[in-house]
């Protein structure tokens, strides 16, 4: 693994990583997480296997900015518009319908991909250098607990880490499915927060 700092020159080389089908790891709103490129399905297939994931389970996604959204979704209702203008950027990922085109592996079969605009400045860059949404699961393996810092990494397989130092302790994103008005996992975002802005 190697370890570049969190410059443009070490994003952008990160960046060409994930196009090349490699793993990643970068530090986000909350703990450090595992880049892959979503539309490769041999890039998703190996990050299952470095993360020893049950290829049953989704994966989340990260963008920087509403056209690699729209790289990601196939629709946007307006109860979704509603919580991405109330909370993106920021930790509130949304289930939305997915686009054709990204790796099967991604929604582990189902018709939504969990996606949310990160508000961390590293990740942003690095999706903005890639070109188009990254993976955003957790930098450990299945069932352990997810790093803080490089040095809290045990894993083998990934190509790149950009160093972001020791992230603060932080809640995951929460996760919410706006067409259904349903959370499935309370997060950084309260419930009572997430209910008293979109239904004031």
């Given at each position: 693994m190697k370890i570049v700092p969190p410059t443009p020159d070490g994003i952008r080389e990160a960046a060409q990583a994930v196009r090349a089908g490699e793993i990643v790891a970068y530090p986000t709103e909350t703990v450090y997480g595992l880049a892959a490129d979503p539309f490769s399905e041999e890039a998703v297939a190996r990050l299952f296997d470095i993360k020893e994931r049950d290829r049953g389970k989704p994966v989340l996604l990260i963008v920087a900015n509403a056209a690699q959204l729209a790289g990601?979704?196939?629709?946007?209702?307006?109860?979704?518009?509603?919580?991405?203008?109330?909370?993106?950027?920021?930790?509130?990922?949304?289930?939305?319908?997915k686009a054709a085109w990204l790796a099967p592996g991604i929604t582990a079969g189902a018709e939504k991909v969990c996606v949310r605009e990160t508000s961390?400045?590293?990740?942003?860059?690095?999706?903005?250098?890639?070109?188009?949404a990254v993976t955003s699961t957790s930098a450990n393996p299945s069932g352990g607990e997810p790093a803080r810092s490089i040095d809290e990494m045990d894993m083998s397989g990934i190509a790149i880490a950009i160093d972001g130092g020791l992230?603060?302790?932080?809640?995951?994103?929460t996760v919410y499915d706006?067409?259904?008005?349903?959370?499935?996992?309370?997060?950084?975002?309260s419930g009572q927060t997430?209910?008293?802005t979109l239904f004031p």
């Amino acid at each position: 693994m190697k370890i570049v700092p969190p410059t443009p020159d070490g994003i952008r080389e990160a960046a060409q990583a994930v196009r090349a089908g490699e793993i990643v790891a970068y530090p986000t709103e909350t703990v450090y997480g595992l880049a892959a490129d979503p539309f490769s399905e041999e890039a998703v297939a190996r990050l299952f296997d470095i993360k020893e994931r049950d290829r049953g389970k989704p994966v989340l996604l990260i963008v920087a900015n509403a056209a690699q959204l729209a790289g990601v979704v196939s629709a946007v209702s307006p109860e979704a518009e509603a919580c991405i203008r109330a909370f993106w950027p920021g930790p509130l990922s949304l289930l939305l319908p997915k686009a054709a085109w990204l790796a099967p592996g991604i929604t582990a079969g189902a018709e939504k991909v969990c996606v949310r605009e990160t508000s961390c400045p590293i990740a942003r860059t690095l999706c903005e250098y890639t070109g188009h949404a990254v993976t955003s699961t957790s930098a450990n393996p299945s069932g352990g607990e997810p790093a803080r810092s490089i040095d809290e990494m045990d894993m083998s397989g990934i190509a790149i880490a950009i160093d972001g130092g020791l992230l603060p302790f932080s809640p995951p994103s929460t996760v919410y499915d706006p067409d259904e008005r349903r959370i499935l996992r309370e997060g950084a975002i309260s419930g009572q927060t997430l209910w008293t802005t979109l239904f004031p």
